[in-house]
């Protein structure tokens, strides 16, 4: 589970080593890194700093941004996730998320996708209604696709005295 970068990671992870997550949640994350490097660009008062910007997300190697991105590896995701973004998110655009669910059900991989998308929401939550809704949202998910009662495979059992 994360939000912004940590949203990424939450969806990237499940996607590089699928057996070792029942599930991931996503708040705010980036999915597309190429779509995300061109709005960001945009911030930047100056190109040098955009270019200083992009060299050091894509690295020495220049990455291919497709091969890293949730969104163009959708086909990938098979584990159950909880997508959630604010609608007025001015950090990573909310069609970061949109078009994330939307490949998914494309790819038709049957993975289970939960979507909530909080109107009034930025970066971050600005009403507590909207953030104790998306926590009890997060208890159910995790309750269904990640309980506490199932032992991790391999796992040794737990011993108590």
Known sequence: MGASYGGYAALWAPIRHPERYRCAISFAGVTDVRAMLRYDSRRFTATRYSREWRRW????????MDAIS?????????????VAHG???????VAQSHDLIRAI???GTGANVESVFYPEAVHGFTRPQDSTDFLRRVEAFL???????????????VVTH
Request: cysteine-free; aromatic content about 0%; overall charge negative.
């Open 87 to 93: 609608e007025r998110d001015r950090n990573v655009p």
């Open 70 to 82: 949730p969104l163009r590896q959708a086909a990938r995701i098979s584990v159950p996730l909880l």
């Open 105 to 107: 059900a494309r790819a």
């Open 143 to 157: 309750t269904a696709h990640n309980p506490a009662t199932v032992a991790a495979a391999g796992a040794a059992p």
């Open 57 to 64: 997300v894509e690295g020495e190697e220049h990455s291919d």
